[in-house]
């Protein structure tokens, strides 16, 4: 990835959740191409392991380990596993994400905790884990993965756009907190991202046609480019960039 050549992330340690499709597999690679050594997760083990495998020929240590990012015991377990082996984490990428697509009246309960709990509460846990290293060593970089869904309403997406909200101001709360010790937190808000989840949610419709008609750029998001914001973030040259929600939309947000 031509970013990862003027960007290095040597000698870091970076976990990322949800490392085994979309946009997670596309910030693995990216971090691994610029030198960093990987903690993953993801609930597939098949395809976790293909991440970890791609990663390991950039010369990268890759470590991984299955979870259900919904369960609270599963994520904590995940953290302190993640720092018996490393000892420490230096950037934490919160990719993981759930959309169960439902009219606020017929929104489930139990499909509610699920979105907040993986959307939200997984990656505080995460933080709570991590953060008090980075504070300890006097840097750190927390990337959020949030969406346009945090600033705009769009039908059967009301508790989704919910949980994007919360992440975006845990984020900046973050920021704010973190930021006297040197850890930056932003988050990044794509648009539609052809990944697997942005083919399931968007399939050619007149909806469809509709979003596209609001993008300047006349497309979707591809996970490279998200990928790409988030090597930056998680770089040297983003000290100063702290509580920030990016878009990734073609100028979407614009309009």
């Known amino acids: 990835m031509a970013p990862s050549q003027n960007i290095s992330l040597e000698g870091k340690v970076a976990f990322i959740s949800g490392a085994s499709k979309g946009i997670g597999v596309a910030i693995s690679e990216a971090f691994s191409n610029a030198g960093a050594d990987l903690a993953l997760t993801a609930r597939n083990a098949e395809e976790l392991e293909q991440t970890a495998e791609s990663a390991r020929k950039s010369g990268s240590k890759v470590w991984t380990q299955t979870a259900e990012m919904a369960d609270t015991q599963e994520v904590k377990s995940l953290a302190e596993d993640t720092l018996k082996h490393f000892g420490r984490v230096d950037i934490l990428v919160n990719n993981a994400g759930v959309t169960i697509p439902q009219p606020i009246l017929e929104a489930e309960i139990e499909n509610f905790h699920t979105i907040i709990n993986v959307n939200v509460l997984a990656p505080l846990l995460l933080t709570q884990a991590f953060a008090p290293g980075m504070i300890e060593q006097g840097h750190g970089k927390i990337i959020n993965i949030s969406s346009r869904a945090a600033i705009r309403a769009f039908p059967t997406g009301g508790i989704y756009s919910a949980s994007k909200s919360a992440l975006q101001l845990l984020t900046q709360t973050m920021a704010v907190e ?23 949610a968007w399939p050619p419709s007149p909806r469809r046609d509709v979003k596209l008609s ?13 990928a790409s914001a988030a090597l930056f973030l998680a770089s040297s040259q983003s000290d100063f960039i702290s509580g920030v929600e990016l878009p990734i939309d073609g100028g979407e947000g614009a309009g």
């Open 214 to 226: 609001r993008i300047p750029t006349g497309r979707f998001a591809e996970a490279e480019e998200v």
């Open 178 to 200: 973190f930021g006297p010790h040197n850890v930056q937190a932003n988050c990044i808000a794509p648009t539609v991202t052809m990944t697997p989840m942005g083919e399931s």
